[in-house]
């Protein structure tokens, strides 16, 4: 059974940093791409960010540029999401997702199988 574990939201000022972690089990991560998403109450999903199986590939929504790194570790079958300079617009839940068919690329409107239960992050003063 495949299972994503979203970790590391929390609490934090404007202008802070966060790590977010996707713990992915029942599958090997290898060439699979995965994606962040996040949805604010009353909003819409959007996309955040995806890495493509081989970590070469990644795709960034135009809302996160420049502030946000996505990252893998496939040892670790772990995906990391390294948000910086971070604005209360940004507060929502964050789900990472894991695409079943495996390539080195990645798209952010591409069809995610797999879903994580989310991690709230929360940016006030």
């Known amino acids: 059974q495949v299972r994503l574990v979203e970790s590391g939201g929390g609490l934090v000022q404007p202008g802070g940093s966060l790590r977010l972690s996707c713990k992915v089990s029942g599958l090997t991560l290898g060439n699979h791409a995965i994606g962040w998403f996040r949805q604010a109450p009353g909003k819409e999903r959007e996309g955040v960010s995806c890495?493509?199986?081989?970590?070469?590939?990644?795709v960034y929504g135009g809302s996160v540029k420049g502030r946000f790194t996505i990252s893998r570790d496939n040892v670790k079958n772990t995906v990391f999401l390294q948000m910086s300079n971070l604005e209360p617009e940004d507060t929502a839940v964050y789900y990472c997702?894991?695409?079943?068919?495996?390539?080195?690329?990645?798209?952010?409107?591409?069809?995610?199988?797999?879903w994580g239960q989310g991690t709230q992050v929360t940016i006030s003063s």
């Open positions: 997702a894991l695409e079943e068919v495996t390539s080195i690329y990645c798209e952010l409107g591409d069809e995610y199988d797999y």
């Open positions: 890495i493509g199986g081989s970590g070469v590939n990644s």
